[in-house]
């Protein structure tokens, strides 16, 4: 059984930064594939970024690209994203999911965290 925690999440002002943290737990974090999702309310949840475990490839949804990073350290476990020069549209619930490839799909991914909540104001 895999256990995601995420952390980090707030409430700041449009064009600030923010850091989540995703700690795993419970099965080798290094060998899964570590994506991030966003849902607003009432709306789906949707694909923001994954990083692949064997060679730190990196993929980001279109809206995000150039002001969010993806990174983890398979040492302590942890995922992360640095999210620069946030917006109002940014303002979801962000949840950390493991799974087997380097995908955009909700489907492809195994398990997920309870989320940590991100509110942009203007």
């Known amino acids: 059984q895999v256990q995601l925690v995420e952390s980090g999440g707030g409430l700041v002002q449009a064009g600030s930064s923010l850091r989540l943290s995703c700690a795993v737990s419970?099965?080798?974090?290094?060998?899964?594939?570590m994506g991030w999702f966003r849902q607003a309310p009432g709306e789906e949840r949707l694909f923001v970024a994954v990083?692949?475990?064997?060679?730190?490839?990196?993929a980001y949804a279109d809206s995000v690209k150039g002001r969010f990073t993806i990174s983890r350290d398979n040492a302590k476990n942890t995922l992360y994203l640095q999210m620069n020069s946030l917006k109002p549209e940014d303002t979801a619930r962000y949840y950390c999911?493991?799974?087997?490839?380097?995908?955009?799909?909700?489907?492809?991914?195994?398990?997920w965290g309870k989320g940590t909540q991100v509110t942009v104001s203007p």
């Open positions: 999911a493991a799974g087997w490839k380097l995908s955009s799909w909700r489907d492809d991914y195994d398990y």
């Open positions: 419970g099965s080798t974090f290094s060998t899964y594939d």
């Open positions: 990083i692949r475990w064997s060679d730190g490839d990196t």
